[in-house]
């Protein structure tokens, strides 16, 4: 009897440190953004990539759906939907505009997956959407220009025709330098689609107290992370773009774009970011700049701030 008493107690307390061992996560997130060059101090705003409004929705499934089977050494894993609008603007004060790039408006849902393993993650997501004034970014800003900042509208009664857009893109991220407090890793995005066509890697540095990347919040993937959370960090990159296609410079004509030979788009140009991020068992808030170096020939760099703030619950 006592043999039987110990042999069930020593299954309970396995049982129990198993279950001790399994970190307690939230099962749902939702994060508001926005991207905006106004915020950007002593730098002119409302030309090229302007603003930015975004919301997402995350989950965590319990049973493996899509391609969860097949990335078995995976740590944990999450679906999101997305809603975003984005507006560009040529630099409409200026005396030559010839070669500037159009107004665009691009309205979206994005609906995505991502896996988390020990060092790394990988993201695969869709988008689908419409580029044009069916998008409404340009009845938007002259709004917010009416409303609530009093500047002058713009006319966006010559902007880009309305036309249905689809991106397939990928996202991976992996750690080659890690210390308690600094880390080394490298990123590469890649999108195909008739709005965008694009190839961008990148080596990136964080300091300070972060999670793994595939529970950290500048990747939005707090999520995945314990109810435990705590992070407080800055993270800085620099990434090389090669760009195939970017339909809100050159709207539909997909077919006619010589990607080795184009005397009005920078086919190639740099990408860099600086920003600062805290979490906690809740609640996750980033601020990141922005800076790139264009894809119009002659046109000035771009600068603009984004703003984050996600609920776990």
Known sequence: MKTLLAILLLCFLRYSLAQEAIPKRYQFEVELGTDNDFLVLLSESDRYYTYGINASFRWRNE??????????????????????????????????????????????????????????????????????????????????????????????????????????????????????????????????????AYVNSGINLRWGIFNPLAETASFQNSILASMSNKEIFMDAGIALKFSGFNATIQGDKIEEFNFLDSEFINNQFLNGHMGGYYANDKLTIGVRYMYSSGEITDNHSQQYIMLTGALRF
Do not use: C, M
């Open 63 to 196: 049973k493996p759906i899509f391609l969860d089977k097949l990335f078995k050494k995976k740590t944990g894993y999450f679906q999101y939907l997305g809603l975003n609008i984005e507006a560009y603007t040529p630099d409409y004060e200026r005396e030559n505009t010839e070669t500037d790039r159009p107004y665009a408006g691009w309205s979206y849902a994005e609906l995505g997956v991502t896996y988390g393993f020990s060092s790394s993650f990988l993201r695969l997501a869709v988008d689908v959407g419409i580029l044009g004034p069916a998008s409404k970014a340009g009845d938007i800003q002259n709004w917010f220009h009416e409303t609530i900042t009093g500047d002058p509208t713009l006319d966006w009664s010559n902007q880009i025709e309305n036309q249905f857009g689809f991106n397939l893109r990928g996202s991976y991220a992996r750690t080659f330098y890690a210390r308690k407090s600094f880390n080394v890793y490298g990123v590469a995005d890649v999108s195909l689609g008739n709005i965008f």
